[in-house]
């Protein structure tokens, strides 16, 4: 099988290689390991995104707090056109908030109004389908995957673009997708050795459901205050420093020293927000799609959970790894700090680094005639299984 841009992953990154890409009439393949494109992470975030009005101060800022890949950052921010434009091409209605914009609330978060909108824009979606190996050719690139009604295939590409997760699902409280295990990372690590900061997980404070959701700003703005539960089942005021407390309440708690006396603080303990007004928070709880289940006696119960892993793949600023591999999104090197990336930035530079990819790829030569793929099956799987029986043995 030939396609000439293959795209790993099916969220907001990888839809938006394609969706650009259909528009200068360049084929893509998209396969994922879900069962649906709208399995993603991405279709739970309210997508709150990122736009500077002054992008070098922007950049600036995005540098001191993350330490980040500073071309990359320059080519988003200086880009961020692209992402208003998107957005109007989708029919996609925003307002704005202090960091950017936000979709206007339709009843659904704003991940899922983008995501939807990109995914009927985009064709050739290989859903239930994993990729097992690459090989980098001079000409192209070969790739071995399952998928789990066709069984094993071989896929040829002239560009291969990695747009998957992180790893962070393989931590038991975390708020990413299942297909979130990191294993495609390694296979591209594999061949490129361009993997960095990799060790970086961001934990976010304010996760439900077991991490599977966090509250956004403006809801945990509203909170009166934070309280832990004690063995015997009594609730006291939560011992924290009232500068911490006070950026929170102000969903200005975004900076290293501050996430961290967070995470101290809610470190082992059963942790409750209590918010001041029961109907403004029900409102707010609503207008993100959350279920009202969730406030008891006015207060949500909130752990830290593992967000995103901030380390991946150096990439240029056309987010090139190599000569016919790109890469964005999660597993892309955002920064080596703490705290990872800085608030509204994964949407903003899902849809940027799209338009880029794209771009760069039009200008590629691209030719199909390639000679079947060198991958032979039968010895991959008997490899494996050779490698497992001797796993089995040394256990």
Known sequence: MYTPVLIIGSGIAGLSVSYNLKKSNIKSTIITKAESYLKSNSIIAPANMRVFENYEEGIKLYMNQCNGNEAMIKSIYYNQKYLIETLENLGIKTRKTPIGVIPESNGTKGGHQIMKALGENVENIMTSTVLLDIKINSTHVECLVYNKEK?????????????????????????NSNTATGDSLYILQKETGKLKGISTIMFHPFSINEGKRILVGDIVSSLENIYEKDKNGNFKTLNMNNDTLEAIKNNAYHNNEKFSSIL?????????????????????????GYSLSIL???????????????????????????????????????????????????????????????????NMQMNENYEITNFKIEEKIKTNDENNLENNKKI
Not at 266 to 282: Q, W
Not at 337 to 353: E, L, M, N, Y
């Open 151 to 175: 069984g094993f295939l071989k896929i040829n590409c002239s560009v291969l673009v990695f747009s998957v997760g992180g790893f962070a699902n393989i931590f038991k409280y975390n708020d």
């Open 264 to 288: 101290r603080a809610f470190k082992d303990k059963d942790v409750y927000l209590k918010f001041a007004d029961e109907d403004s928070i029900k409102e707010k709880l609503k207008k993100y």
């Open 296 to 362: 008891k006696d006015n207060m949500i119960n909130v752990m830290p959970t593992a967000h995103y892993t901030s380390g991946g793949f150096e990439v240029d600023a056309n987010f090139k790894v190599d000569d016919k591999i790109f890469a964005n999104g999660e597993c892309v090197f955002d920064g080596n700090k703490g705290i990872g990336r800085i608030p509204g930035h994964p949407f903003t530079s899902a849809i940027v680094s799209g338009k880029i990819i794209a771009e760069q790829i039009k």
